[in-house]
């Protein structure tokens, strides 16, 4: 049959999803202000490797902005296409993500190959 799994940890309403173009990650926002970001290394990779679910280790939350959007958060979406980092010392490779809120106001991150988000600048 079909196998689920249940991301636990917004308190409110979600209104907007994204996976990461390299579907390593899950972007979740809330009516709580909340942005979350998701590992989906375990998620994906058993389903490639064996076909199953290492629950114990899927669906881990890395990353937290509490106050993200006033109002809360009601989309978010990844860029296709991941951005390399010039000015970084390894040259890192990050990916561009879109949010907007009730607040009326649309703000782009960037999001680390660990699964860190920070406001881009």
């Not at 996976?19 to 994906?44: A, M, Q, T």
């Amino acid at each position: 049959g079909d196998q689920h799994i249940a991301l636990k940890g917004h308190d409110n309403t979600v209104f907007g999803l994204d996976i990461s173009p390299d579907e390593r990650f899950l972007v979740s926002g809330c009516s709580g202000e909340l942005l979350k970001v998701w590992s989906l290394d375990h998620l994906y990779s058993s389903q490639r490797k064996v076909g199953s679910l290492d629950f114990p280790t899927c669906g881990k939350s890395v990353f937290t902005v509490e106050e993200a959007h006033d109002l809360g958060v009601t989309c978010c979406a990844f860029q296709p296409s991941p951005y390399r980092v010039e000015s970084s010392p390894d040259h890192c490779v990050e990916t561009v993500l879109a949010t907007g809120g009730n607040d009326a106001v649309i703000k782009i991150w960037m999001l680390n190959q660990v699964g860190e988000l920070r406001p881009r600048q």
